[in-house]
């Protein structure tokens, strides 16, 4: 059974500041990863997808990936309020489109 | 271009009960995936299916089946619905080899 461990929070950032959310997961062979946003009764949209060790950023967000600690962390510069939503972790299996899904890290941003 | 549909938006069913959920996307993508999500479960893959003609498991099927009619459309099938199915059920495509899957806007399904 592959496992995807996000702290579900809340976390709570004020706004302007930086919101740091994490996740581990336990199949090494996994090769890109990705991050989704959900608001409150939508559904999941990707944001952001690293595939190489190291930081990868795109506006305010950046992604980290250590692939040999199964490490990957997600960065939102500059929070804002609507960015309060739950963001959920998503490894790629190494063969086919499966994605594995962490529990998600519910973010309030507080103004 | 509608993205991926889904319907109902909200169903409520009675134990034993059957229902079919249906999904549509026009995006032309080859791969199509049923999940289900429950409060601090995360997204859960119930089946999927990586092109016309195919289909497989995924984490948790017992309980469903799936149809993927045409290119365009995978539904999803309850046979005996059970309270442990009350959940919210969302549909999402993706073409073969890209990364990124499309989610609908999911059915928000009861059964008491």
């Known amino acids: 059974q592959k496992e995807v461990e996000q702290n579900s929070g809340p976390l709570s950032v004020p706004e302007g500041a930086i919101a740091s959310l994490n996740c581990t997961y336990s199949?090494?062979?996994?090769?890109?990863f990705f991050w989704y946003r959900q608001y409150s009764g939508k559904s999941p949209e990707l944001i952001m997808s690293i595939y190489s060790n190291g930081d990868k950023e795109d506006g305010r967000f950046t992604a980290q990936l250590n692939k040999a600690s199964q490490y990957v962390s997600l960065l939102i510069r500059d929070s804002q309020p609507s960015d309060s939503a739950t963001y959920l972790c998503?490894?790629?299996?190494?063969?086919?489109?499966?994605?594995?899904f962490g529990g998600g890290t519910r973010v309030l941003v507080k103004p | 271009n509608a993205g991926v549909t889904q319907t109902p938006k909200f169903q409520v069913l009675k134990t034993g009960q059957s229902m079919t959920l249906q999904c549509a996307q026009d995006m032309n993508h080859n791969s199509m995936y049923w999940y289900r999500q429950d409060p601090g479960m995360g997204l859960r893959l119930i089946y999927y299916s990586a092109s016309e003609g195919t289909t497989d498991k995924g984490e948790v099927p017992n309980g469903y089946n799936v149809s993927r009619l045409n290119k365009r459309e995978f539904s999803l099938r309850l046979e005996s619905a059970a309270p442990s199915q009350t959940s919210v059920y969302f549909c999402?495509?993706?073409?073969?080899?890209?990364?990124?899957?499309?989610f609908g806007p999911g059915t928000r399904l009861t059964v008491l």
């Open positions: 999402a495509s993706s073409e073969a080899g890209q990364n990124e899957q499309f």
């Open positions: 199949d090494r062979v996994s090769q890109s």
């Open positions: 998503a490894p790629r299996e190494a063969a086919g489109n499966k994605l594995t």
